[in-house]
C-alpha cells in the first residue's frame, strides 16, 4: 500500500510541475510503479524508471514524426510538375 501511495504522490508532483513537459512520463510512470510493485514492492523504483523510459519513448516518437512531415511535405511540390504520360499513345 505504500508504493501505491507513494506512485501516486510522485504522479501527481510530476503532474503539476512539469504539465509541458509530461508527454509520456505519466503514462510510464503509472505502468513503472505497478510493474515494480508487482516485481517485488519496488513501485518508486519502477515509477521513477517507467517515467524515464516513457519520455525517452515520447521523444523519440516526436522525432520520428516530425521527420516523417518533413520528407512528405518535400516530395509534394516535385509531383505537381510532372507531366502525366498515360494519355501517351505507346
Not at 84 to 89: S, T
Request: one cysteine or more; a positive charge; glycine letters at 14%.
Amino acid at each position: 500500500m505504500k508504493a501505491l501511495v507513494g506512485c501516486a504522490a510522485i504522479i501527481i508532483a510530476l503532474a503539476t510541475v512539469t504539465s509541458a513537459d509530461a508527454k509520456g512520463c505519466i503514462k510510464g510512470a503509472l505502468v513503472g510503479g505497478v510493474a515494480g510493485h508487482y516485481a517485488g514492492h519496488h513501485g518508486l523504483l519502477g515509477a521513477a524508471t517507467g517515467c524515464i523510459i516513457g519520455r525517452h519513448e515520447a521523444k523519440r516518437r516526436a522525432q520520428l514524426k516530425k521527420e516523417q512531415d518533413q520528407q512528405g511535405h518535400s516530395d509534394q511540390p516535385s509531383n505537381v510538375d510532372q507531366p502525366n504520360n498515360a494519355d501517351q499513345p505507346k
